[in-house]
Nanobody, 130 residues
Framework: QVQLVKSGGGLVHPGGSLRLSCRAS????????IGWFRQAPGKEREGLSC???????????DYADSVKGRFTISRDNAKNTVYLQMNSLKPEDTAVYYC????????????????????WGQGTQVTVSS
């Protein structure tokens, strides 16, 4: 059974940092493009970032404008884990965050669409508040 286990959420002050981790069991993440999403109350799930599989070197990454320059996606294939480093956090970053695995190896031009992904981790709450 595929399971994407996330960790690293919590409460942080504005301007602070958090690192989310997405670890897979039953699935080799290094063969998949991985995306990070978030969903705030009353809003649609928003694509934040995508990283291509290990077969593409260097890794291709892309970011939504809302997080570009503040968030960094990376992967550690030895640990079967993908990370999202979040810096300069703002109150509007408050949401439930999700990782997801794309059946393809590359981040397609439509990587921010939820329908591209077939495996999802459980959500983790990130709250940015003073």
């Amino acid at each position: 059974q595929v399971q994407l286990v996330k960790s690293g959420g919590g409460l942080v002050h504005p301007g602070g940092s958090l690192r989310l981790s997405c670890r897979a069991s039953g699935l080799s993440l290094d063969e998949r493009a991985i995306g990070w999403f978030r969903q705030a109350p009353g809003k649609e799930r928003e694509g934040l970032s995508c990283i291509s599989s290990s077969d593409s070197s260097p890794y291709y990454t892309d970011y939504a404008d809302s997080v570009k320059g503040r968030f960094t996606i990376s992967r550690d294939n030895a640990k079967n884990t993908v990370y999202l480093q979040m810096n300069s956090l703002k109150p509007e970053d408050t949401a439930v965050y999700y990782c997801a695995a794309d059946p393809s190896e590359m981040c397609m031009s439509s990587w921010f669409y939820v329908s591209n992904y077939d495996s999802w981790g459980q959500g983790t709450q990130v709250t940015v508040s003073s």
